[in-house]
């Protein structure tokens, strides 16, 4: 990242409640406009994603510190449950396992529970070739109950248009991986554009997601909210993607390693942590808020070293760290 040689006020400088909660516009505006009962003032820029069976245990963390959730229809202990724990900003993400009827359904669902909006996967066509699952002979407990796969694998852009055709909840599609299918998302009134590529364990040697971002954001023209998510653990993090252009993180890995060490707690502290690291990383570049951030902040550089999970954490590897 590249320092601007200019000052900024200390004193100006956006706080953590203030930049944690600056709008993201044309979602924002829309979720909370349908859901003001339920919902906060405004979205955060980072949402905490899965949480695998601690859905309720993440929804106090968000709620405590002030960000969205949003909740995978494989996440226990299930929408009910989790909306009943807390009185977050909440979304709820579908994985497709039946017709339009039971699409409408899980809607219907979503909406009576107070979840501001409704995300489609799109990225499941095909459950991956996942190696070290296989390596392992780990199978994840839902498969194991699982059916319908057909149905997610039939998705096309008819089911989105009818879903925006049927129901006033916005519409966000996680797994968006072109700016093609942003910009059909977007021409079909899609209101939050997820780019992901499932942790990159879905199409193995496809782009990662902060390589697609940029001709995302373009091809989205600002109609609709960009969010985006796979590999950022860092504040520094963030701030790249919001300087590429999104104006949502989704953290996925990072809220379960907070959940496994000290569950509420342990996730709030790694908002905490990540909260400083921005702030950090906003002073030393100079910029006194978020809108401020844009792609000339940012310049390619080659790694120092072969990627892997805990890449971002190299002290990790040290005695006594």
């Given at each position: 990242m590249n320092?601007?040689?200019?000052?900024?006020?200390?004193?100006?400088?956006?706080?953590?409640?203030?930049?944690?909660?600056?709008?993201?516009?044309?979602?924002?505006a829309?979720?909370?406009?349908?859901?003001?009962?339920?919902?906060?003032?405004?979205?955060?820029?980072?949402v905490?994603?899965?949480?695998?069976?601690?859905g309720?245990t993440a929804?106090k963390?968000s709620e405590?510190?002030?960000?969205?959730?949003m909740?995978?229809s494989?996440?226990?202990p299930?929408?009910?449950?989790?909306?009943?724990a807390?009185n977050?900003f909440?979304?709820?993400?579908?994985?497709?396992?039946?017709?339009?009827?039971?699409?409408?359904?899980?809607v219907?669902r979503?909406?009576?529970?107070?979840y501001?909006a409704?995300?489609?996967t799109?990225?499941?066509?095909?459950?991956?070739r996942?190696?070290?699952d296989?390596?392992r002979?780990?199978?994840?407990?839902?498969r194991?109950?699982?059916?319908?796969?057909e149905?997610?694998?039939?998705?096309?852009?008819?089911?989105?248009k009818?879903?925006k055709?049927?129901?006033?909840?916005?519409l966000?599609?996680k797994?968006?991986?072109?700016?093609?299918?942003?910009?059909?998302a977007?021409?079909?009134?899609?209101?939050?554009?997820?780019?992901?590529n499932h942790?990159?364990?879905q199409?193995d040697?496809g782009?990662g997601?902060?390589?697609?971002?940029?001709?995302?954001v373009?091809?989205?023209g600002?109609?609709?909210?960009?969010?985006?998510?796979?590999?950022?653990v860092?504040?520094t993090?963030v701030?790249k993607a919001?300087?590429?252009?999104?104006?949502s993180?989704?953290?996925?890995r990072?809220?379960?390693?907070?959940?496994?060490?000290?569950?509420?707690a342990g996730?709030?502290?790694?908002?905490?942590?990540?909260?400083?690291?921005?702030?950090i990383?906003?002073?030393?570049?100079?910029?006194?808020r978020?809108a401020?951030?844009?792609?000339?902040?940012?310049?390619?550089?080659?790694?120092?070293?072969?990627p892997?999970?805990?890449?971002?954490?190299?002290?990790?590897?040290?005695?006594g760290?």
């Open positions: 320092r601007r040689d200019r000052a900024a006020n200390g004193s100006a400088r956006t706080t953590r409640r203030e930049f944690l909660k600056a709008a993201s516009a044309s979602f924002a829309v979720a909370l406009g349908a859901h003001s009962k339920k919902a906060h003032a405004a979205v955060p820029r980072v905490v994603v899965g949480a695998g069976y601690g309720a929804a963390a405590e510190f002030g960000v969205p959730q909740l995978s494989v996440c226990n299930g929408l009910e449950a989790v909306a009943a807390a977050n909440r979304i709820f993400q579908l994985y497709v396992r039946g017709d339009d009827a039971w699409v409408d359904a899980w219907r979503a909406v009576d529970h107070g501001a409704f995300c489609l799109v990225d499941t066509a095909s459950y991956s996942r190696e070290r296989l390596a002979r780990f199978v994840k407990p839902w194991t109950r699982a059916g319908g796969f149905f997610q694998a039939g998705l096309s852009w008819d089911h989105v009818r879903f055709d049927t129901h006033a909840i916005p966000v599609l797994g968006i991986a072109t700016a093609e299918d942003a910009a059909l977007v021409d079909h009134g899609v209101d939050g554009v997820y780019v992901s942790g990159g364990r199409l040697h782009r997601a902060v390589e697609v971002l940029p001709e995302v373009r091809a989205v600002g109609r609709a909210t960009v969010v985006v998510d796979g590999g950022f860092r504040g993090d701030v919001i300087a590429l252009g999104a104006q993180v989704g953290i996925g990072l809220a379960c390693c907070g959940l496994a060490a000290a569950g509420q996730l709030v502290r790694v908002l905490e942590l990540l909260d400083d690291e921005i702030r990383a906003m002073a030393l570049l100079g910029v006194d978020l401020a951030l844009d792609p000339s902040y940012l310049h390619p550089a080659t790694p120092v070293g072969p892997r999970a805990t890449s971002a954490f190299p002290l990790l590897d040290e005695d760290y």
